[in-house]
């Protein structure tokens, strides 16, 4: 979750750009509990009726962007990351509207088809 945390303290006071090349070398195995997953048709599979995962994913980054906003109030996206903490507390349906209004996308088509339809 730390580079969650970084990516959001990054977007509020600087920028975030894609650099082609690696700058730190990445050790990924088969019983990483988090990081990079090939994210195709097999994966999505794997994670049908899933909805437990998903749930507690949802609640450690929305956990994260309290903090933020908690932390950092004068950003100007304290606000939006309030919106995010609250997502865990919302029904389905208010929980769709907000994801979709405030623009609260993943990155990749499959990623928010799964985002938006099954949390």
Known sequence: ???WWLALVACAFG???WIPEATILYRQHN???VGAKRFD???IASKLGMFGEMQTSLNLTA???AVFAENFPTSPH???AARYAQLPDMNYWQRRQTIV???FFKIGTL???AWVGLI
Request: avoid cysteine; proline fraction near 0%.
């Open 15 to 17: 920028k975030i750009i």
């Open 63 to 65: 956990a994260q962007a």
């Open 1 to 3: 979750m730390h580079d």
């Open 41 to 43: 048709a097999r994966y």
């Open 78 to 80: 304290a606000a939006q």
């Open 31 to 33: 019983n990483n509990a």
């Open 101 to 103: 209004g405030e623009r």
């Open 111 to 113: 990623r928010n088809l």
